[in-house]
């Protein structure tokens, strides 16, 4: 058996795959392009800030006045509703009314066992 020194691999697999890099802070940039905003953020910071740029979706006025638009729908909807009755909290038992009263077939079967 062949003597293997653990300490000498293992100084020397830390020796290779050493390397330095300054540390980056994370930042995020607001460009203003007319009327709409593109948002720029860098998402890591052990990387160029070139590989981690996103652009997040512009929002348009156009969609903004649509989802306002819907939003008033919406709670003109409610204020109907708000002045309704509220609903009964009696139970409704007509479900259940075949369970509690015998068919006719079942009246007629227990009559002819009793002649």
Do not use: F
């Not at 989802?67 to 919406?74: A, G, I």
């Amino acid at each position: 058996m062949r003597d293997v020194s653990l300490p000498e691999i293992h100084q020397t697999r830390h020796e290779n795959n050493t390397t330095h890099r300054e540390r980056q802070a994370t930042t995020a940039v607001i460009e203003q392009v007319g009327n709409n905003y593109n948002r720029y953020e860098s998402l890591s910071t052990n990387r160029t800030s070139i590989e981690h740029i996103y652009e997040s979706e512009s929002i348009h006025t156009n969609q903004y006045e649509l989802l306002t638009n819907q939003r008033e729908s919406v709670e003109h909807t409610y204020e109907y509703t708000e002045h309704q009755s509220p609903p009964s909290t009696e139970p409704n038992l007509s479900q259940y009314q075949s369970l509690t009263n015998p068919s006719e077939s079942d009246i007629h079967a227990s009559t002819a066992s009793l002649q």
